[in-house]
């Protein structure tokens, strides 16, 4: 039977989650869990109560450790009473190792999130694990036919995230620490959205705090259509992860019917951000990367006049200017995939929104956009070849 399951970081999501009908709840101590912001007393407290009404516990100890954090971690675990939680959630196998020399009663969720993308690296864990290892938490990665052999072939029972931020990039260092405005007030979590030069349009949140930066994709992943077909393979767990959204969307994704398609897609669409459904039906990931980048830049033959630098849906075009264009001039663009775009330069402005007579070298203007553009189209006078660009 596949049931959702949800972590709370701190009491407010406790007590949203007390009103609901949830069997699993995944307890972060701030020491533990790379998101965790619950202290030793709030965590027990919260732990007692939740046991009283006889739902799940599990102890989210998923950071990656060198050996001094790792010493400081064990301090944190030995105060706890594990014999409370059902299982703990590990992917650190120096935890993994702790835990069987120490508590071999416990049950272990061995979170593979980050690596392991195929069955026979799966199956190497479930043999070296067993007896404790009770559950895998895969990866949002493996595409949906291998990740029905992966449920069905495991002898342990199978977790995904169905709802939630997909981690793009982690580091233990403090990468938004030097933008810190006010050093001498330091912040326990910083947060920012950053661009690269080669996507300006899209947005990656970024949070830092006392284990590191993480930097996440801008659409969130979701799943929910996917409820029913993934209960016949025999899925055990469907996780919400709402720290982005809210835990106050926890009841609108619980009283949604996983079998009406068109409560499902009323949700998605009032979603607070952006959705996709990953990995789970096919990998175009080499698509994104084939627009990263224009393969027709290296050419000699014609030479581009400009560069989109971001493309602003039914409004404009940022242009970087690399040889001086009036308005009114005809120009032509050629994005990445090889598509030829015709482009009006009128009217043609600067960053102010005021009009310019002329664009010179280096400058930025802003053109009317056009449909398939996209950052990294060439811009020419002339009509580009195709066959004379290669």
């Not at 260092?173 to 080669?198: G, I, K, M, Y």
């Not at 994704?253 to 499902?264: A, G």
């Not at 402005?349 to 007579?357: A, F, G, I, L, S």
């Amino acid at each position: 039977m596949t049931h959702f399951c949800t972590s709370i970081q701190r009491h407010a999501d406790f007590e949203i989650c007390q009103k609901l009908p949830l069997k699993e709840l995944i307890f972060e101590h701030q020491s533990l869990s790379r998101f965790g912001e619950l202290e030793t007393a709030t965590l027990l407290e919260m732990l007692e109560a939740w046991k009283t009404s006889g739902g799940k516990a599990f102890l989210q100890w998923d950071l990656l450790h060198d050996e001094k954090s790792f010493e400081e971690a064990v301090e944190v675990i030995k105060k706890l009473p594990l014999e409370y939680f059902d299982a703990v959630r590990v992917q650190d196998l120096g935890a993994a190792n702790w835990l069987r020399q120490n508590h071999n009663h416990l049950k272990l969720h061995w979170i593979v999130e980050g690596s392991n993308h195929n069955l026979k690296g799966l199956q190497r864990w479930s043999n070296f694990l067993k007896p404790q290892l009770e559950r895998f938490v895969l990866s949002s990665e493996i595409p949906g036919n291998i990740l029905q052999r992966c449920i069905s072939e495991l002898p342990q029972e199978c977790e995904i995230l169905g709802i939630g931020s997909i981690l793009l990039f982690y580091t233990p260092r403090h990468l938004l620490n030097p933008l810190n405005l006010n050093p001498d007030e330091p912040s326990e979590v910083r947060r920012a959205w950053v661009a690269t030069l080669e996507t300006p349009h899209r947005k990656l949140r970024t949070m830092e705090n006392k284990h590191g930066t993480f930097l996440f994709y801008d659409r969130e992943l979701f799943l929910l259509e996917h409820y029913s077909e993934l209960k016949s393979w025999g899925l055990k767990s469907f996780r919400l992860d709402l720290q982005r959204v809210g835990m106050q969307w926890l009841n609108s994704v619980l009283v949604t019917d996983p079998e009406n398609q068109e409560s499902i897609k009323n949700l998605r669409e009032n979603w607070p951000c952006k959705t996709f459904q990953g990995f789970f039906r096919a990998n175009k990931t080499d698509k994104a990367i084939q627009r990263m980048k224009n393969p027709y830049r290296q050419s000699e033959s014609s030479r581009p006049v400009a560069e989109v630098l971001e493309a602003s849906k039914n409004r404009h075009l940022a242009l970087l200017i690399k040889q001086r264009i009036i308005p009114g001039l005809q120009l032509w663009g050629l994005t990445p995939e090889g598509r030829i775009l015709e482009l009006e330069t009128q009217p043609m402005m600067d960053m102010r929104h005021h009009q310019v007579e002329s664009a010179e070298p280096d400058q930025i203007v802003l053109i009317p956009h056009v449909k398939y553009a996209v950052p990294k189209t060439l811009i020419f006078a002339v009509q580009p070849e195709l066959g004379k660009m290669r």
